[in-house]
């Protein structure tokens, strides 16, 4: 078998019924398996999904035992030649799968390699390549440093965005949300280390392939990561869990630095947590002011599901224009630039690697829609705040 597929899941029951939808397309002509892992969701996923997607193989915890033990369990099941590590909150493009297993096939050396993560707005995010976080690189992370020399080798090495985005390259981190496996190499380097609950796994797996002899690299096929919908990025608890995370990795790796580091980390979890606080404040204010405000979208369609789209707009009060194409047809990329909120693509009638391509963009301070699909199986529009039924 050439590749076993991995996603944990707890309580995002929709987003990863578009995802499944976009595995399932990817899978065709590739011989593999999914397994879904569920950490005792609440949401009723398991009893929800088990009837759309048959084919899956279903591993059910009674309890959330965290994202490591939870692909630890599939992988010690897992019959591939590689492994995808893959996040519920995606959805890939229908050539990602092949176009992975083509490089992976063409460099034996390659323990691990990741992909172009998507933003909703279709901008670039960064963490699809990072470097190792030495106490330097975690330094300039922390500090801010890396930000404000985002391209300098030395000081923006953590996202190391100095490197060409529509190029393959050799990384040193590869996403959690996308990983990418040479399954013989995880054999001899080990599983995900489950002292790591969240956060830090990734991390760490791809420190041991390099330390192997293995590389790790990025490859420029295109995937969307709605980017943590399970888990909110700007809260205190995401800080804590995240640096934590870090503290287990110096701990393990550079244990030298571990008494100044873990000090240090205790200050920045201090300091990132008030400024959460406050985030959290303005964020809440915002979007109350945001729900006051109608949403604009832009329903592209060819008359195939057109009134099950306008039904759902109709129903929460939302602003709306239509652009009628024919099948497949894209709009021009001038209506990016107008006053939408999100551009609806049917995922019946337009692929993801289209939609994917369509909203892909290199301008991150220019106002653009986000990415929104309309799933046929449970009528309902996917956006970054959740399924719209």
């Known amino acids: 078998m050439k590749l076993s597929i991995i996603i944990v899941n707890y309580n995002v029951r929709y987003y990863l019924e578009q995802c499944l939808l976009s595995v399932e397309k990817a899978l065709t002509g590739v011989g593999g398996e999914v397994f879904v892992v569920d950490n005792n969701s609440t949401d009723d996923s398991m009893s929800y999904l088990k009837g759309k997607f048959p084919w899956v193989r279903y591993i059910e915890n009674e309890e959330n035992v965290g994202f490591s033990r939870a692909n630890n369990k599939a992988l010690r099941e897992a019959r591939g030649e590689y492994v995808l590590l893959l996040n519920p909150d995606t959805f890939i493009g229908e050539r990602t799968l092949r176009e992975c297993i083509d490089f992976m096939d063409k460099t034996p050396k390659a323990g691990i390699c990741g992909v172009g993560m998507l933003k909703v707005d279709g901008s670039f995010a960064p963490e699809s390549r990072r470097g190792v976080p030495t106490p330097f690189v975690a330094f300039c992370k922390m500090t801010g440093l890396g930000s404000l020399f985002p391209k300098s080798r030395l000081f923006g090495r953590y996202y190391m965005q100095y490197l060409n985005k529509q190029s393959i390259n050799p990384i040193e981190i590869v996403s959690g949300a996308f990983m990418f496996i040479r399954k013989e190499a995880l054999d001899k380097v080990g599983l995900l280390d489950e002292t790591f609950f969240m956060y830090g796994e990734d991390i760490d797996l791809s420190y041991r392939m390099l330390k192997a002899g293995y590389q790790n690299y990025y490859i420029p096929t295109q995937i969307l990561h709605y980017k943590g919908e399970s888990t909110k990025k700007d809260s205190i608890k995401y800080v804590n869990t995240f640096y934590k995370a870090m503290v287990i990795f110096f701990k393990k790796h550079f244990s030298h630095y571990s008494i100044i580091y873990s000090m240090f980390i205790t200050l920045v979890i201090a300091m990132k947590g008030v400024m959460s606080y406050l985030m959290q404040k303005i964020y ?106």
Request: hydrophobic share 35%; charged share 30%.
């Open 284 to 389: 809440a204010y915002s979007r109350k002011r945001e729900r006051r405000r109608r949403k604009k979208y832009l329903i592209v369609s060819d008359g195939h599901n057109l009134a099950d789209m306008k039904a759902i707009a109709d129903r929460h009060r939302f602003k709306y224009d239509v652009f009628h194409s024919k099948l497949g047809d894209m709009p021009s990329t001038d209506v990016l630039y107008r006053d939408y909120d999100y551009i609806v693509f049917d995922t019946s009638r337009y692929s993801f690697s289209a939609i994917l391509e369509f909203f892909r963009h290199d301008e991150p301070n220019r106002h653009r829609p986000l990415i929104a699909t309309y799933i046929p199986s449970n009528k309902s529009i996917m956006t970054i705040d959740g399924a719209i039924l």
